[in-house]
């Protein structure tokens, strides 16, 4: 089969999966949940059967869906490069587990048709973004993830929390959107197409240079899709939504495909822009992490370590190393959905209880869950030889690379705050870890929670045991990356991305030789000591699995300040209550008065009156005539005797 038609059936897959159940299946249940599953099963087959033909080139090309007449067609154009099919790998991979674990979690939903037709749109526009090769045909996949996320969240429509949480993600998405269409088409008018792969040669080729306003503009869609300063808001409130949505967001579809755009056009990027991203990223770890140690809320706590993370692929970007960036997703992808469905898992047994504080004891309970629990928080504050070691370690040591190499003391900024970072990452982990799974139950239905069903335990196992210990080791030089033990995945599919970061695109290896050029492991004893003091702390402060929180009790106004995350949605009430509200209604008083009122009906009501007059001279009644004769006559006469001057 030719691998632009493979490409097409996985990328068209999950539509048909999505019309089949929004057209017979609403209703359907478990039919539904059925056709979903299955085909998120055969986009991971496929997926991998195409990544183990694939040579490692770059692979262009277009199919026509629609042909209208001999002149018009309708082109559907992939670009694949070792991006995408990392991408393509998470996407598939950590989806088709969702999927499973979705199953269990939501056995009692009775509207799981409609769930499950919303992950199998999900799958479609994400997927439709990692394919793409057109600025524009990327902008339509990335609405339809806008649109995917909107109905999910708001899938329990009738709590008006979950209706106002997909209202508030659709429209901030909104205002970075504008800017990246802006982007967009202003690229369109400076390079003369909106195919990437054209765009890439003309800049290779020295025709045309990148422009850093383009950059910019783009980078507005990655931030708001990404949830990245000052676009931030939406992410925590979007965890209205059902887990497995939340875990599909962060981990494979909506928040990583900013990071994988900014990568996808990374040419396009001047060092002005690239610098603007790393301090944006470097901020937002820090940031997010002290947000992170002010929640109760089991989900919105991971929704902040998303956003710190994001901070950590930004930063990698804004080094310059975009494929590092991309590794880092893709680790992340598995640590963080292992813990997003161990939350979802945790919320289940205890009957939809989200209060870390009203839990406590459950690693006996839950064994399978703990372990998932414990290999995943181990690794995304990168314990050594976890996934998350590999790629955010190595964030780290580049920065200090980079300083050290004398490329500005911005990286040594960007060093300092990534640092800071790894240390509120074992922070606000350590404390969730033992908050929820150690001491002893703080409600009734801690009390009684149980493990979860096998629909809900066996991706925890693959994502949680497995991936989120051993994914980093597939680009490392050991076993599995060099195809000797390729028992877990194919050797074909690890060597790809040993290919892809060690020669093809800038990342892992650049990021570690500029380190290792700077003779400082020093950097790498500093960061284990932070994940070392940061479990430590919390096992001394919350290891007896407090009722409340210690920090809420010892320091309150602290609390407070890390609770309400800065202030942001409170800014921004005020903004749009007192500020643009009142700028609309003087608008509004503009619209309707001076050019509705006056210009519009003023002029009217003018031209009607003349017109009525006028029509009285023409109607032939003698009385009118008549009329009109006296009022001349008294007219004239008032002039002769100088009465009007």
């Not at 919303?118 to 793409?132: K, R």
């Not at 928040?255 to 991203?277: C, H, N, S």
């Not at 964030?395 to 060093?415: L, R, T």
């Not at 096998?454 to 949680?464: A, E, I, K, R, T």
């Amino acid at each position: 089969m030719n691998p632009l038609q493979l490409l097409a059936i996985i990328l068209l897959t999950p539509l048909v999966s999505a019309g089949v159940i929004c057209l017979f299946l609403r209703r359907g249940g478990y039919w539904a949940s059925a056709v979903s599953v299955v085909a998120a099963f055969v986009i991971m087959v496929l997926s991998f059967v195409f990544l183990i033909q694939w040579d490692g080139q770059t692979l262009t090309g277009s199919l026509t869906w629609l042909q209208l007449g001999q002149d018009y067609s309708f082109d559907l154009g992939f670009l694949f490069n070792h991006e995408a099919a990392t991408m393509l790998a998470v996407v598939a991979f950590v989806g088709f587990w969702i999927h499973v674990f979705s199953v269990g979690y939501m056995d009692d939903d009775k509207d799981k048709g409609r769930f499950f037709g919303g992950l199998s749109i999900f799958m479609f526009s994400m997927l439709g973004i990692v394919l793409s090769d057109n600025l524009f045909m990327v902008f339509v996949f990335w609405e339809l993830v806008g649109f995917s996320s909107y109905m999910l969240i708001a899938h329990y429509w009738d709590k008006d929390f979950a209706a106002a949480a997909s209202k508030k993600a659709f429209i901030v998405n909104r205002i970075g959107d504008f800017g990246f269409l802006v982007g967009i088409a202003w690229a369109y008018h400076y390079y003369g197409t909106a195919d990437i792969s054209q765009i890439t040669a003309q800049i290779a080729s020295g025709q045309s240079g990148a422009v850093t306003g383009i950059g910019l503009l783009l980078m507005c869609g990655f931030i708001g899709k990404s949830a990245q300063f000052p676009l931030q808001v939406w992410l925590t409130d979007a965890m209205a939504g059902p887990t497995p949505v939340s875990a599909l967001i962060h981990a494979a579809t909506m928040v990583a495909a900013g990071i994988y755009f900014m990568v996808r056009v990374f040419f396009l990027l001047t060092p002005f822009a690239l610098e603007w991203i790393l301090w944006s990223g470097a901020i937002m770890t820090v940031f997010a992490g002290f947000c992170a140690l002010g929640q109760n809320d089991i989900k919105k706590t991971l929704a902040y370590s998303t956003l710190a993370h994001l901070g950590y692929m930004a930063t990698a970007i804004g080094l310059g190393f975009p494929g590092l960036a991309i590794m880092h997703m893709a680790m992340h992808a598995c640590f963080k959905a292992t813990l997003f469905l161990c939350s979802g898992s945790v919320i289940h047994a205890c009957h939809h209880e989200q209060d870390m504080f009203k839990m406590g004891g459950l690693w006996k309970k839950m064994p399978v869950t703990f372990i998932a629990f414990l290999v995943a928080t181990l690794s995304i504050s990168a314990v050594p030889f976890t996934a998350g070691y590999y790629s955010k370690d190595t964030i780290i040591a580049g920065a200090w690379g980079k300083f050290a190499a004398g490329h500005g003391d911005a990286y040594a900024w960007a060093f300092g705050l990534t640092m800071l970072g790894a240390l509120l990452t074992a922070l606000y982990m350590g404390r969730m870890l033992f908050v929820v799974f150690f001491g002893k139950p703080n409600s009734e239905k801690a009390s009684h929670a149980h493990e979860s069903s096998p629909w809900m335990s066996v991706p925890l196992v693959v994502l949680g045991w497995v991936l989120s210990l051993g994914a980093g080791w597939f680009v490392y030089h050991w076993g599995w990356a060099d195809g000797v033990m390729n028992a877990l995945v194919p050797a074909d599919v690890a060597q790809f991305m040993i290919e892809g970061y060690s020669h093809a695109a800038p990342g892992w290896e650049g990021a570690h030789h500029l380190f290792e050029e700077s003779g400082a492991h020093w950097v790498e004893y500093l960061s284990i000591g932070c994940i070392i003091g940061g479990f430590l702390f919390t096992f001394f402060f919350y290891g007896r699995g407090p009722a409340q929180d210690r920090l809420q009790v010892k320091a309150p106004g602290l609390y407070h300040v890390f609770e309400r995350h800065g202030w942001f949605d409170d800014i921004y009430d005020f903004y749009v209550t007192h500020i643009q509200q009142r700028f609309a209604d003087f608008v509004a008083f503009i619209d309707t008065a001076v050019i509705g009122g006056l210009v519009v009906r003023g002029s009217g009501a003018v031209a009607g009156l003349v017109g009525m007059v006028s029509r009285s001279l023409h109607v032939g009644s003698i009385h009118g005539y008549v009329y009109w004769f006296i009022a001349g006559v008294l007219l004239f006469g008032a002039f002769a005797l100088g009465l009007l001057r």
